[in-house]
C-alpha cells in the first residue's frame, strides 16, 4: 500500500521536473533565515530532520494567488502534518521582512507555516528547483510591486534519514498539499 502511494506520488511528477532531484535521492541540507507568526529565526533542515520527516515546498511568491492558496491549504492542515510527526517549511526567494508579514497573516500562514528566504535562489538551485529573474512591473495580491524572482512550485517530501520520499511538480497549489500530507502520513503509517 505504501509503495502504491509513493508510486503515485513520483508520477505526478511533471516533465518539467525530469532534471530535479528524485525519490530516494539524499536532500541538500540547507539553512536559512525564516518566519513563524511574525518572528524571525533561523532555520536547519538537518536540525529538524532530528524531530522527523520534513516537507520543504518551494513557491513562487507570498501574496500571489497559487502561493497564498498553498500557505492557506497547508495553515489548515497544520494539525495533521503536526500529528505525522512532520515539520512544513515554504521557501520563496522573498525577502525575510516580507515573509514576516506573510507568516503572520490569518488569511496565508495564519501562524502555523513557516517560510524561509531564499534571495538569491541558492537554496532552490540545489534542489534543481527552476528560478526566474524577477518580471519588471509585477504585482502581488496587494497591489505591491514584487521585485525578487520566482523558484517554480515545487514539494520535496523528506524522510528522516535525509533522502526525498516524494517529489510533487506539475500540480495545483492544493494538491501539492493533499499529496505532501498523503506522504508524510504514510511514512508515519509505516513506523
Same mark, same amino acid.
Given at each position: 500500500?505504501?509503495r502504491s502511494i509513493?508510486a503515485? $506520488?513520483?508520477?505526478?511528477?511533471s $516533465?518539467s521536473?525530469?532534471?530535479a $532531484?528524485a525519490v530516494? @535521492?539524499p536532500a ?8 513563524? @507568526?511574525g518572528?524571525?529565526f533561523?532555520?536547519?533542515l538537518?536540525?529538524?530532520?532530528r524531530?522527523? +520527516?520534513v &516537507?520543504?515546498?518551494f513557491?513562487?511568491?507570498a501574496?500571489?494567488n497559487g ?6 491549504t497547508?495553515a489548515?492542515?497544520h ?7 512532520t515539520? &512544513?517549511?515554504?521557501?520563496? $526567494?522573498?525577502?525575510?521582512?516580507r515573509?514576516?508579514?506573510?507568516s503572520?497573516d +490569518? ?9 524561509a528566504?531564499d534571495p538569491a535562489?541558492?537554496i ?6 527552476s ?5 519588471p512591473d509585477?504585482? @502581488?495580491?496587494r497591489?505591491?510591486q514584487i ?5 517554480e ?6 524522510r528522516q ?5 516524494? &517529489?510533487?511538480?506539475?500540480v495545483t497549489p492544493?494538491e501539492? &498539499? ?6 508524510a ?7
Amino acid at each position: 500500500m505504501i509503495r502504491s502511494i509513493f508510486a503515485a $506520488l513520483a508520477a505526478t511528477t511533471s $516533465l518539467s521536473a525530469a532534471a530535479a $532531484l528524485a525519490v530516494n @535521492d539524499p536532500a541538500p541540507t540547507f539553512s536559512a533565515p525564516a518566519a513563524l @507568526d511574525g518572528k524571525p529565526f533561523h532555520f536547519s533542515l538537518q536540525e529538524a530532520l532530528r524531530r522527523g +520527516p520534513v &516537507v520543504v515546498y518551494f513557491y513562487p511568491s507570498a501574496y500571489t494567488n497559487g502561493c497564498n492558496l498553498e500557505a492557506h491549504t497547508f495553515a489548515e492542515n497544520h494539525a495533521r502534518f503536526a500529528a505525522a510527526k512532520t515539520t &512544513v517549511i515554504g521557501v520563496s $526567494l522573498d525577502s525575510i521582512e516580507r515573509l514576516q508579514r506573510f507568516s503572520a497573516d +490569518p488569511e496565508y500562514c495564519a501562524g502555523k507555516v513557516p517560510v524561509a528566504s531564499d534571495p538569491a535562489g541558492g537554496i532552490a538551485r540545489s534542489f534543481s528547483v527552476s528560478v526566474r529573474d524577477a518580471v519588471p512591473d509585477r504585482k @502581488d495580491t496587494r497591489g505591491q510591486q514584487i521585485d525578487h524572482g520566482f523558484a517554480e512550485r515545487t514539494t520535496f517530501v523528506i524522510r528522516q534519514d535525509g533522502r526525498l520520499a516524494a &517529489v510533487i511538480n506539475g500540480v495545483t497549489p492544493f494538491e501539492h &498539499v493533499r499529496l505532501a500530507l498523503e506522504a508524510a502520513e504514510a511514512l508515519q503509517g509505516s513506523k
